[in-house]
């Protein structure tokens, strides 16, 4: 490979590792084509990315990023899976695919900055995603407002109770 072909494949990484919020890397060592195939597939589904780079421009890439705690531990076969927008999709999917598979393995991630070890990843898989988190936090704000009129419904009901009492023991009597 020429050197400025390397020089390219570093500069799109690296520009790949500041956009990211999640840069997980995984051992994809003995997992075959097709396997690897239907992995990009499910992460491409999520708006995740998985790239198979050089150790070497790897490590040169991710230095100076938010991600630069991981750049002296690539080592072996690895693959890049960096996620955007939702970090939770990006560690279900591959947390998934791990257990699915005998021969892929995740080693280590980096999520803003922060190390995680693979038991964090998986940590971080059980989750539940952003859009279940803000339609759980949309339900209660509203269930505040909801319960308020409630409440404030029940004074005027229960005086047109007494009121109703009162009519119908006259009426009686």
Known sequence: MKRQDKAQIIEQLKEVAERASIAIVTDFKGLGVEDFTNLRAKLREVGVDCQVVKNTLARLAFEGTDHGILADKFKENCAIVTGYEDPVAAAKVVAEFAKESKTFE????????????????????????????????????????????????????????????????????
């Open 106 to 173: 995740l080693r280590f991630a980096s999520l803003e900055g922060k190390y995680l070890d693979e038991d964090g990843v998986k940590a971080l898989s059980l989750l539940p995603s952003k859009e279940e988190l803000l339609g759980k936090a949309l339900g209660t704000m509203n269930a505040v407002p909801t319960n308020f009129v409630r409440v404030l419904a029940n004074v005027p009901r229960g005086l047109l109770n007494v009121l109703t009492a009162v009519k119908d023991q006259k009426e009686a009597a």
